[in-house]
């Protein structure tokens, strides 16, 4: 069964840092480039960032673009996302996304193989 599942959501203050993991199960993980999707309350899924097999190539929404950084651990099967100087725009669910080849700039869940089931951030004071 493949799986993807995501951890270390959680409420923040706005300025604060936090690290997201996306545990990947029942599929060669190295073999895929991986994203993260967010979705705020009310509003649409967004784009955050996308990393190659290897991690080696990393692209990022202009809106987080500096203060996030996407990275993976092919040994351990798992994705992060280190989240500092978050904001309040930042509060939102967030998904890991898997795609065979190359890396995607797409916020829509149908392009992925594989999605997430989402941790939720919070960042407020």
């Known amino acids: 069964e493949v799986q993807l599942v995501e951890s270390g959501g959680g409420l923040v203050q706005p300025g604060g840092s936090l690290r997201l993991s996306c545990v990947a199960s029942?599929?060669?993980?190295?073999?895929?480039?991986m994203s993260w999707v967010r979705q705020a309350p009310g509003k649409g899924l967004e784009w955050v960032s996308s990393?190659?097999?290897?991690?080696?190539?990393?692209d990022y929404a202009e809106s987080v673009k500096r203060r996030f950084t996407i990275s993976r651990d092919n040994a351990k099967n798992t994705l992060y996302l280190d989240m500092d100087k978050m904001r309040s725009e930042d509060t939102a669910v967030y998904y890991c996304?898997?795609?065979?080849?190359?890396?995607?700039?797409?916020?829509?869940?149908?392009?992925?193989?594989?999605w997430g089931q989402g941790t939720r951030v919070t960042v407020s004071s």
């Open positions: 029942g599929f060669s993980f190295d073999d895929y480039a």
């Open positions: 990393a190659s097999w290897s991690g080696a190539i990393t």
């Open positions: 996304a898997a795609i065979k080849g190359s890396p995607l700039k797409s916020s829509n869940r149908y392009d992925y193989a594989f």
